[in-house]
C-alpha cells in the first residue's frame, strides 16, 4: 500500500505561482512514476503531469507546457508541483497519485490516489 498526501494549495490571483507538494509513504520505490491530475467542478479528471524514475523523464499536458514543473525527490519520498503564470481555468482538486511502472497521462493506469487539494485561481 502507498499513501499520498497533498500540500500546498490554495487561493491566488491569475498570473501568481503555487507549489504543490505530495508526501509519499508505505511501499513507493523510486522506479514508480509519479504524477498529477486534476479536477475542476462538472468535468472529468485530467492529466497534468507526470515524471518517472529518478525524474529522467516528464510529460505535461498541453495546457500547462512551460507554466508547470513537476519534480521528484526519492530521498524525502516527494513530488513538487511547481505552477506558475496561473489561469482562472486552472483551478481545480489537484491529485497526486502513484503507479508501479512508467508514467501514463490515463487515469485507470495509476493505483494509488491522494485526497486531493484545492487549487483556486481567481481574475
Known amino acids: 500500500q502507498v499513501q499520498l498526501v497533498e500540500s500546498g494549495g490554495g487561493l491566488v490571483q491569475a498570473g501568481g505561482s503555487l507549489r504543490l507538494s505530495c508526501a509519499a509513504s508505505?511501499?513507493?520505490?523510486?522506479?514508480?512514476?509519479m504524477a498529477w491530475f486534476r479536477q475542476a467542478p462538472g468535468t472529468e479528471r485530467e492529466f497534468v503531469a507526470a515524471?518517472?524514475?529518478?525524474?529522467?523523464?516528464?510529460d505535461y499536458a498541453d495546457s500547462v507546457k512551460g507554466r508547470f514543473i513537476i519534480s521528484r525527490d526519492d530521498t524525502e519520498n516527494t513530488v513538487c508541483l511547481q505552477m506558475n503564470s496561473l489561469k482562472p481555468e486552472d483551478t481545480a482538486v489537484y491529485y497526486c497519485?502513484?503507479?508501479?511502472?512508467?508514467?501514463?497521462?490515463?487515469?485507470?493506469?495509476?493505483?494509488?490516489w491522494g485526497q486531493g487539494t484545492q487549487v483556486t485561481v481567481s481574475s
Open positions: 497519485t502513484s503507479r508501479n511502472g512508467r508514467w501514463s497521462t490515463r487515469m485507470a493506469a495509476y493505483h494509488y
Open positions: 515524471i518517472g524514475w529518478s525524474g529522467g523523464s516528464a
Open positions: 508505505g511501499r513507493i520505490f523510486s522506479s514508480d512514476a
